[in-house]
Structures are given as structure tokens and as C-alpha cells.
């Protein structure tokens, strides 16, 4: 139950557009793992649908190697 709760922290977090961009990934891609993408409101699978089409996420949830190079970017 504590994963669930920490989810919920999370979508709340970025609802409020308090997560970085490394975690907002994150975030998507373990909604696209547990295939809450798109189970949830609409925006949210279309977001995970954004990412995947722009390389960042994999159709399996998993970050892509270019995802992580754009964040070591904007970090730098």
C-alpha cells in the first residue's frame, strides 16, 4: 500500500508542476509499466504518448538512452 500512496504523492507533485524533468519521466514511466497511462484522465495517456513518439520514453516504460542524454544536458 505505501507504493500506492507514494504514486499518489507523486501525480499530485505533478499536478502541481513541482517534479523536475527527471522525475516527471519517471513518473510516466512507471504509469506506462503499470498501464495507468492510460487508465487515467486523458491527458496523462496523452502525455505518455508524447514521450514515447519523441524517443524519450519506450513503448514498455522504460527511458530511453537519448531521454537520459537531454536531462545530463539540461543538468550541465
Not at 519521466?25 to 504518448?49: C, D
Not at 508524447?50 to 550541465?76: K, N, P, R
Amino acid at each position: 500500500m505505501a507504493r500506492m500512496k507514494d504514486l499518489v504523492i507523486d501525480l499530485i507533485a505533478y499536478e502541481e508542476g513541482v517534479l523536475d524533468e527527471r522525475e516527471k519521466l519517471e513518473l510516466f514511466a512507471l504509469l506506462v509499466k503499470s498501464g495507468m497511462a492510460w487508465t487515467l484522465q486523458g491527458s496523462y495517456g496523452r502525455t505518455a504518448n508524447e514521450l514515447i513518439h519523441a524517443g524519450y520514453l519506450t513503448q514498455d516504460g522504460d527511458v530511453t538512452e537519448f531521454a537520459d542524454s537531454m536531462l545530463e544536458e539540461l543538468v550541465a
